[in-house]
């Protein structure tokens, strides 16, 4: 079991800046995939970036994103970052932090584990 603790969500105009955590607690994490997803009203959940703790590899999922958001993670404290640079209206969603053991997804369905979510709102 893990459990997963999304902060740092928050209002900003067009251009700022935000930094998501998310801290994780229970089983070892070290060989999950960790993942953000985002999630607007009446939508489905969609992967934003995600990274396998066992390699540090790192996958963003288009290039805007790649281009504006660094991932990070800090071993020592069990927690992932998400910083989120050049922010646009259209980035205004619930973000969600997701773990799944072993093997890294695309699909919010293969992952088990999910924070609550925090919400980012970026006004024009």
């Known amino acids: 079991q893990v459990h997963l603790v999304e902060s740092g969500g928050g209002s900003v105009q067009s251009g700022g800046s935000l930094r998501l955590a998310c801290t994780s607690s229970?089983?070892?994490?070290?060989?999950?995939?960790m993942a953000w997803f985002r999630q607007g009203p009446g939508s489905e959940r969609k992967w934003v970036v995600r990274?396998?703790?066992?390699?540090?590899?790192?996958?963003y999922a288009d290039n805007s994103v790649k281009t504006r958001f660094t991932l990070s993670r800090d071993k020592d404290k069990n927690t992932l970052y998400l910083q989120m640079d050049r922010l646009k209206p259209e980035d205004t969603d619930k973000y969600y932090c997701?773990?799944?053991?072993?093997?890294?997804?695309?699909?919010?369905?293969?992952?088990?584990?999910w924070g609550q979510g925090t919400q980012v709102t970026v006004s024009s």
């Open positions: 997701a773990a799944v053991k072993f093997d890294c997804y695309d699909r919010a369905v293969d992952f088990p584990y």
């Open positions: 229970g089983d070892d994490i070290s060989q999950y995939c």
């Open positions: 990274t396998h703790n066992l390699n540090g590899a790192i996958a």
